[in-house]
Nanobody
Framework: QVQLVESGGGLAQAGDSLRLSCVAS????????MAWFRRTPEKEREFVAG????????KYDDSVKDRFTISRDNDKNTVDLQMNGLKPEDAAVYFC?????????????????WGQGTQVTVSS
């Protein structure tokens, strides 16, 4: 059974950078797209960024475009989210998720395995 474990969250000031990492167990990691979602008091699950199975394509929510970068290493079973220029509105619990398809989809219902989440707090 595939498990996802996130790390790298914490407290940051506006303008700072954080890097989130997600490590997947199991041998099917490279078969599927991966994504990061976040949860806030206002939104249960908001798509942040996703990357295709090969890493050849990625997609971002408009709110993080040009600030966040998603990457994956299929040899290490990891998917990272580099977050630059953090804003207070980026504060959330961030979740790594595995898709059931190879291409990036923003619908959280297409993702079948989720990590436990990592908290990101951004002070102004």
């Amino acid at each position: 059974q595939v498990q996802l474990v996130e790390s790298g969250g914490g407290l940051a000031q506006a303008g700072d950078s954080l890097r989130l990492s997600c490590v997947a167990s199991g041998d099917t990691f490279s078969h599927y797209a991966m994504a990061w979602f976040r949860r806030t008091p206002e939104k249960e699950r908001e798509f942040v960024a996703g990357i295709s199975w090969s890493g050849g394509s990625s997609k971002y929510d408009d709110s993080v475009k040009d600030r966040f970068t998603i990457s994956r290493d299929n040899d290490k079973n990891t998917v990272d989210l580099q977050m630059n220029g953090l804003k207070p509105e980026d504060a959330a619990v961030y979740f790594c998720a595995r898709s059931v398809v190879r291409t990036v989809v923003t619908d959280p219902n297409v993702y079948d395995v989720w990590g436990q989440g990592t908290q990101v707090t951004v002070s102004s």
